[in-house]
C-alpha cells in the first residue's frame, strides 16, 4: 500500500515538472499619430493697378526724353492722341507716359497741354533722368595727305561735334597715336542739342595716325579717326 503511494506521487512529480508551459501573447503597441496641424492660407489682397489716362488737348505736343523743355525730343503727340500715365514729376508738372508711338518706350508731356483720368494724386515720383551723350561726328580735314617728303610738319583740322539728351556738363580730351594727350575741356549744354569741338593737330613726318576724342562724363565714348600720311621724294 505504502508503495502504491509513493509512485502515485513520483508520477504526479513528474507530469508537473514536464507540463508543457504556455507563454503569455505579446501585447502589441499601436502608435497614435497625432492629427497633422492644418494651415489656412489667407487670401493675399487683391492689389489694384493704377488706371491713369490722358488726352492731347493741343493741336501738337512734344514727349521728351526728361521733365522740361531742356530735354531731347522723343516724339510728338497730336490733339485727341491717349496715353497712359505711369509716373509724374515732383511738382505734378509733367507726365511720365508710355510713348503711344513706342509701345516699349516712355517719355515724359507737359500736364498743362493734357488732360488726365485718374488718381493722380497716387502715382509715383519719377526723378528726372541722367542726361548722356548721344553721338558723337569726328572729322579730319584733310582725311589723307600725300606731300613731297620736304614738306613737313603737315596740319589737319579737327572737327567733333557732340549731341546731348538733355542739360549736361561735358568733359572730354584728345589723344593721337603718337602719344599726345591733352588737358581735360569741358563743354556746358544747358539743354539738350549739339556742340562743336574745332583744333588742329601737326604731323612731323609720314606714318599712318589716328586721332581719338574721349567723352570722360557724363558717360563714357571714344570716336577715332584715321589719317594716313605719305610722301613722295
Not at 504526479?12 to 507563454?23: K, M, Q, V
Not at 553721338?135 to 584733310?142: D, M, T
Not at 620736304?150 to 572737327?159: A, C, D, G, I, K
Not at 561735334?161 to 544747358?190: C, H, M, Q, R
Request: aromatic share 8%; charged share 15%.
Amino acid at each position: 500500500m505504502n508503495r502504491l503511494v509513493l509512485l502515485t506521487g513520483l508520477c504526479s512529480a513528474f507530469l508537473a515538472a514536464c507540463a508543457t508551459t504556455t507563454p503569455q501573447p505579446t501585447a502589441t503597441i499601436t502608435p497614435v499619430v497625432p492629427p497633422s496641424a492644418t494651415f489656412t492660407l489667407e487670401p493675399s489682397p487683391t492689389v489694384t493697378p493704377l488706371n491713369v489716362t490722358l488726352t492731347v488737348k493741343e493741336s501738337l505736343i512734344n514727349c521728351r526724353f526728361g521733365p522740361g523743355i531742356v530735354y531731347e525730343l522723343i516724339n510728338e503727340l497730336e490733339e485727341g492722341d491717349t496715353a497712359r500715365v505711369v509716373g509724374k514729376s515732383e511738382a505734378s508738372t509733367w507726365w511720365y507716359i508710355r510713348d503711344p508711338g513706342n509701345p516699349d518706350g516712355l517719355c515724359w508731356v507737359s500736364a498743362e497741354v493734357t488732360e488726365t483720368n485718374g488718381a493722380t494724386a497716387e502715382l509715383p515720383v519719377v526723378q528726372p533722368p541722367v542726361t548722356t551723350v548721344t553721338a558723337i561726328n569726328l572729322r579730319a580735314e584733310p582725311n589723307r595727305i600725300v606731300v613731297n617728303c620736304s614738306q613737313f610738319p603737315q596740319t589737319v583740322f579737327l572737327e567733333a561735334e557732340v549731341t546731348t539728351n538733355g542739360p549736361a556738363y561735358v568733359t572730354w580730351k584728345w589723344e593721337a597715336s603718337t602719344g599726345a594727350i591733352s588737358n581735360d575741356s569741358t563743354l556746358v549744354f544747358k539743354q539738350a542739342g549739339k556742340q562743336v569741338i574745332n583744333d588742329y593737330y601737326q604731323f612731323a613726318e609720314p606714318n599712318d595716325y589716328w586721332i581719338k576724342l574721349h567723352i570722360l562724363s557724363p558717360n563714357g565714348w571714344t570716336e577715332q579717326v584715321n589719317i594716313p600720311v605719305n610722301c613722295t621724294p
